[in-house]
């Protein structure tokens, strides 16, 4: 049974979607390095400071957060980070406007479901690895892998995070 046009214009609008999902997954992950980074042991870390770390991180967009990482990621991550910077402004302005035409045959809808699957992979091994790079550091905050499985576990349910505070608290109160 082949899929029909109809079918594939669904599907690489749901394979566009879990692409996207997938970058800013990374792009997620890469800001909480950036966030543990001033932070040389545990008794540094404050809930307000760490919470102030992840607002910033969070308020960049992919390409700051690269610049901001470029002396703090091992050099193999940095440059495979800038293709993937790359890729992923590729996917966020570019994809629709250059692939357009393809949406009018099968042919032209499977190759934007290749183009899409590659870029999945790509995200998806980088983010595997700086997932790894990830944990070691935390590790070094006493973070272990049951504490990161029972938060994953927490988001997972669907327990709703505490949001990140907007203003720093009173001294007295901190």
């Known amino acids: 049974n082949e899929p029909d046009a109809e079918e594939l214009i669904k599907e690489v609008y749901?394979?566009?979607?879990l692409v996207y999902y997938e970058s800013e997954c990374l792009h997620r992950?890469?800001?909480?390095?950036?966030?543990?980074?001033?932070?040389?042991n545990k008794l540094n870390i404050?809930?307000?400071?760490?919470?102030?770390?992840?607002?910033?991180?969070?308020?960049?967009?992919?390409?700051q957060v690269k610049d901001s990482l470029k002396d703090i990621l091992p050099d193999v991550l940095y440059s495979k980070l800038e293709y993937?910077?790359?890729?992923?402004?590729f996917l966020a302005h570019h994809?629709?406007?250059?692939r357009i035409h393809l949406m009018f045959s099968i042919?032209?809808?499977?190759k934007m479901l290749e183009d899409l699957s590659v870029l999945s992979e790509l995200f998806s091994k980088?983010?595997?690895?700086v997932s790894d790079y990830s944990k070691s550091k935390l590790h070094q905050f006493d973070l272990t892998d049951e504490m990161i499985q029972k938060s994953f576990n927490?988001?997972?349910s669907g327990k709703p995070p505490e949001p990140l505070l907007r203003k720093r608290k009173l001294k007295k109160q901190e």
């Open 14 to 17: 749901a394979h566009f979607g």
């Open 29 to 40: 992950e890469l800001c909480m390095i950036l966030a543990f980074t001033p932070f040389q």
């Open 154 to 156: 927490e988001i997972i």
């Open 84 to 89: 993937i910077v790359e890729q992923r402004n």
């Open 46 to 63: 404050t809930l307000p400071r760490i919470e102030e770390e992840l607002a910033h991180a969070f308020s960049l967009t992919l390409g």
């Open 95 to 98: 994809f629709w406007f250059e």
């Open 126 to 129: 980088f983010d595997e690895q």
């Open 107 to 110: 042919k032209g809808l499977r």
